[in-house]
């Protein structure tokens, strides 16, 4: 088995919906060679090498639909390219990124496969794609593969790549089916992302968003401005001033009372601040560390209790977390280092990336912990007696939800800290002993004020319930159900696609909307051509759909762009397919049947919202097959009305546009309304260009669906140029 060999001849990246599926996906095509004739039962001892390289493969269901299914299929026998797909699948789920949807087809070339797997990241997919090749060639030719480095170098790679833990929680929010508000990532490897289209998105980076004032994030990061801001609204702050020496900070401290707090002004994630320091030595020795951490010291009163954080979104509070405290307890034979690494780095959700709920410990590397151990008593290489606990963080990580415990007067008060800040969404730090509690109570105090908290510590606390933190920050960008969506009309079809793309763009720049269009002809916004180049494509749709000054858009997608690169919108207001002629889809992507142009054009009308509609050309058989799929209305078109599928629709009801005696009409129902002469409209030559009057009729029938009025549609045509 050592010459077989599997090849990839192409790889495509389907960066939106597309024939397979409504997700990012990347299409391989894949030359299994002599494999074909071998399949996986005709391989001594396969089945075992790959069940013990991915014994996670036990959770691949398959065409059996039950654990197991697909090792049964490996067992009874099936072909490399099946097998390659559940192998990707796997090894994106070891790598971090669990599910997905996969398929394997035969092309019309024996031994040739399209082998399509949900893409997470482009670059990563195509990493696990690779390495699921080598390992099904190393099972098949009984070679070693280091499963558990691959993973690991995958994992890594996804790290870096994908959204964070905080960014990814909001999009999932955003696009989750309860609200269905579409996600652009505008970074490739970075945490920017892009909610909605056009002129009704928002912008998100990490837990910030595009209402995160600079200035409210400036104030945030000034400790000590903070402080005089909020304190002058009456929000309990503990007393405390800026330090510009050491000399000042132990004259500080005098001049407060210890125990003191000494802590950067400007730092974030709790580094260099020092907490209970009882001592003119400690806060020299504290004040060294902290001013390493930032442009200035803050020396302040210490508030007994613990650390909590409440997030704040749109002046409510959507979670809340008490600080940890870490301690070991000696054996009497391992060092503090030692006993760290044992009883408390060695929990799994400790780490360095931000995906860890909680943070390693590093003596060496965290002056605030060696300081705590110090106090004690111990170095970190001293053997601590058996039995003897010993603190290491007082408070450290959040990691105990307790929203339900605060108290209504707390929350109030944290909320007017991050008004006062001018924070959308802040995280507000307070010490207290009892949160369910007022602060004034018990001299409790809010310490800080933070832009861009992260969330983590909300979606995987070690106690309590996790919090739908991502959804309340969904639902204050975009209230009341908005979906962040504008009009977005798809144009598909075999001919005709741009001249009725560009007649929409006319109609509904005169009801008033500022309009993209990415066409063959070139990409334009409103009348102003951005590029004369050929722009029926993923790319430029994309850049219309980003650009925020859009209030509709309209695309045309041509076979070719949908089996290339997938469309760049997730559902759209209005999918229009103009005519179906199979014979002029064959050759390219393997297409050489009119199912198959069936299946390429289907994926428009797959895309119409439940609120939209789908225009359908009534004079193609295969057309009229097409409605029933569509999630909206339909609305047919056709020049002559009297064709079965247009009758059959009025009789229901429903809307149609056709021609009759030379003048353009919509109907609904058994209700017509003649809108325009055709030959009044330049375009159609008085009606004798038969496509042109199709052309016209999508157009109206998508124009109507738009919700513009008849005197604007009829305007629009009447008027539209003639190339």
């Known amino acids: 088995m050592k010459s077989k060999d599997i090849k990839f001849i192409e790889i495509r990246y389907l960066r939106g919906p597309n024939i397979w599926t409504y997700r990012p996906a990347i299409e391989a095509v894949v030359d299994i060679g002599e494999l074909e004739d071998f399949p996986s039962n005709t391989i001594p001892g396969f089945y075992e090498r790959l069940s013990a390289l991915l014994p996670s493969l036990i959770e691949h269901r398959c065409s059996y639909g039950e654990r197991g299914g697909f090792l049964r299929r490996v067992q009874e026998g099936t072909w490399p390219a099946h097998i390659l797909e559940h192998v990707t699948l796997e090894l994106q789920n070891l790598a971090g990124m ?314 109030a008060t944290a909320s007017l800290a991050a008004r006062i800040v001018g924070l959308d969404i802040a995280g507000v730090d307070l010490v207290c002993e009892d949160i369910s509690r007022p602060l004034d109570e018990q001299r409790g105090a809010i310490v800080e004020v933070n832009a861009g908290p992260g969330l983590l510590m909300h979606l995987k606390p070690q106690f309590g319930k996790p919090r739908p933190v991502g959804q309340a920050i969904v639902d204050e960008l975009f209230p009341n159900g908005d979906d962040g969506r504008i009009p977005v009309v798809g144009v598909s079809g075999s001919l005709g696609k741009t001249t009725v793309a560009r007649l929409i763009t006319r109609l509904l720049a005169l009801s008033g909307k500022h309009t993209g269009l990415a066409c063959s002809s070139g990409l334009f916004v409103d009348r102003r051509c951005i590029d004369a180049g050929d722009s029926a494509n993923w790319g430029a749709a994309h850049r219309i759909l980003m650009n925020r000054a859009v209030e509709a858009a309209v695309f045309e997608n041509g076979s070719d762009t949908i089996l290339s690169e997938g469309l760049a919108y997730d559902r759209c207001q209005v999918g229009v397919i103009t005519n179906f002629d199979a014979a002029r889809h064959f050759g390219r992507y393997d297409v050489s049947t009119a199912e198959q142009v069936f299946t390429i054009l289907r994926t428009q009308v797959d895309l119409v919202l439940p609120t939209g509609a789908a225009v359908l050309n009534a004079s193609q058989p295969m057309l009229v097959e097409m409605a029933p799929l569509c999630d909206g209305e339909v609305i047919f078109f056709a020049a002559d009305p009297t064709l079965p599928a247009i009758v059959e629709h009025r009789a229901q009801g429903k809307r149609a546009v056709y021609a009759r005696n030379g003048r353009v009409i919509l109907a609904s129902g058994d209700q017509e309304r003649e809108i325009v002469g055709l030959h009044g409209v330049p375009l159609t030559s008085d009606g004798e260009a038969e496509f042109q009057v199709e052309n016209v009729l999508a157009a109206s029938a998508a124009a109507w669906a738009l919700g513009i009025g008849p005197e604007i549609i009829r305007t629009g045509l009447e008027t539209f140029p003639v190339a």
């Open 98 to 411: 669990p599910g997905g949807f996969g398929k394997a087809r035969e092309t019309s070339t024996r031994g040739v496969y399209k082998v399509v797997v949900r893409a997470w990241h482009e670059d990563v997919t195509r990493a696990c794609l690779y390495a699921g090749r080598d390992l099904l060639l190393a099972a098949i030719r009984d070679t070693p593969f280091d499963v558990a480095g691959t993973v690991a170098h995958l994992a890594d790679m996804a790290e870096r790549k994908l959204l964070g833990p905080s960014t990814g929680c909001i999009v999932e929010a955003a696009t989750a089916k309860e609200r269905r508000i579409p996600a652009i990532r505008l970074l490739a490897t970075g945490n920017l992302v892009q909610l909605g289209y056009g002129a009704r998105s928002r912008r998100i980076w990490t837990a910030e968003t595009d209402r995160t004032s600079a200035i409210a994030e400036g104030i945030s990061r000034d400790k000590d401005l903070t402080k005089t801001l909020i304190s002058s609204c009456g929000v309990p702050v503990p007393e405390g001033r800026l330090v510009d020496s050491v000399e000042d900070a132990c004259e500080a401290a005098d001049e407060i009372g210890f125990p003191v707090v000494v802590k950067p002004s400007d730092g974030n994630h709790a580094r260099g601040v020092f907490t209970n320091l009882v001592s003119r030595a400690e806060v020299e020795s504290a004040y060294a560390a902290a001013v390493e951490e930032g442009s200035g010291v803050i020396v302040e009163r210490y508030v007994r209790g613990s650390e909590h954080r409440l997030l704040i979104v749109g002046g409510k509070l959507a979670a809340a977390a008490r600080g940890e405290v870490a301690r070991i307890i000696g054996d009497g034979q391992s060092t503090v280092n030692q006993l760290i690494d044992i009883q408390i780095n060695s929990d799994p959700r400790r780490g360095a990336a931000e995906e860890f709920v909680l943070d390693v410990i590093d003596l060496a590397d965290n002056p605030v912990a060696r300081l705590e151990v110090t106090r004690q008593g111990f170095t970190p290489e001293s053997i601590p007696p058996a039995g003897r606990e010993v603190l290491i963080v007082r408070s450290g990580n959040h990691t105990d939800d307790v929203t339900d415990l605060v108290h209504p007067e707390t929350a």
